[in-house]
T-cell receptor, first 113, second 116 residues
Framework: TQLLEQSPQFLSIQEGENLTVYCNSS?????LQWYRQEPGEGPVLLVTVVTGGEVKKLKRLTFQFGDARKDSSLHITAAQPGDTGLYLCAGLRGMNRDDKIIFGKGTRLHILP | EAGVAQSPRYKIIEKRQSVAFWCNPISGHATLYWYQQILGQGPKLLIQ????????DSQLPKDRFSAERLKGVDSTLKIQPAKLEDSAVYLC??????????????FGPGTRLTVL
């Protein structure tokens, strides 16, 4: 069962355009993280959101956690070729050490120069 | 600060052979994770260690996969015997605490395994 659905799976846009990718679930998460993974490397954490409705900005990237803590979005303004990569969301269910972190399948983003 | 180290970076074996991967986490990190990432998918947690104890190995195929973390530092993941469907990137990650909603995982570059 895929608990975290990411959409779209693939996105190819021109440099300078804006885009939004989504991470959705029917489950509630205590926190949600966004990672970026480049070919041949491991994922790198971009942000962690923990409060329903929380919005965090990282330069041209804006992350939002849904009010019910079941979904999240990542918006990129004026995309650059350096934004190219696989964007993964990961949800943590619960706050105890025995609770699992679950990754979505990712959105593969390609920014054309 | 040195990152998470993994070796080898690439491995090609034939089915039914054995293979082992090594991970050296960031110094002082209590928690170590092994993930399997099949092409086109997100990482799937195989096993999580807290110091040298296993916290979660519910998704580890224990008939063929094994892992250990000696002295709560380095870790090895072994597959014996390998199957075609084990072809994937095996990622190691470590985190300072392994608990709490904001604990950060730091990933190594992964080992790409191809089983022929």
């Amino acid at each position: 069962t895929q608990l975290l659905e990411q959409s779209p799976q693939f996105l190819s846009i021109q440099e300078g355009e804006n885009l939004t990718v989504y991470c959705n679930s029917s489950s509630v998460f205590s926190s949600l993280q966004w990672y970026r993974q480049e070919p041949g490397e491991g994922p790198v954490l971009l942000v962690t959101v923990v409060t329903g409705g929380e919005v965090k900005k990282l330069k041209r990237l804006t992350f939002q956690f849904g009010d019910a803590r079941k979904d999240s979005s990542l918006h990129i303004t004026a995309a650059q070729p350096g934004d190219t990569g696989l964007y993964l969301c990961a949800g943590l269910r619960g706050m105890n050490r025995d609770d699992k972190i679950i990754f979505g399948k990712g959105t593969r983003l390609h920014i054309l120069p | 600060e040195a990152g998470v180290a993994q070796s080898p970076r690439y491995k090609i074996i034939e089915k039914r052979q054995s293979v082992a991967f090594w991970c050296n986490p960031i110094s002082g990190h209590a928690t170590l994770y092994w993930y399997q990432q099949i092409l086109g998918q997100g990482p799937k947690l195989l096993i999580q260690f807290q110091n040298n104890g296993v916290v979660d190995d519910s998704q580890l195929p224990k008939d063929r996969f094994s892992a250990e973390r000696l002295k709560g530092v380095d870790s090895t993941l072994k597959i014996q015997p390998a199957k075609l469907e084990d072809s994937a990137v095996y990622l190691c990650a470590s985190s300072p605490r392994g608990t709490g909603r904001t604990d950060t995982q730091y990933f190594g570059p992964g080992t790409r395994l191809t089983v022929l």
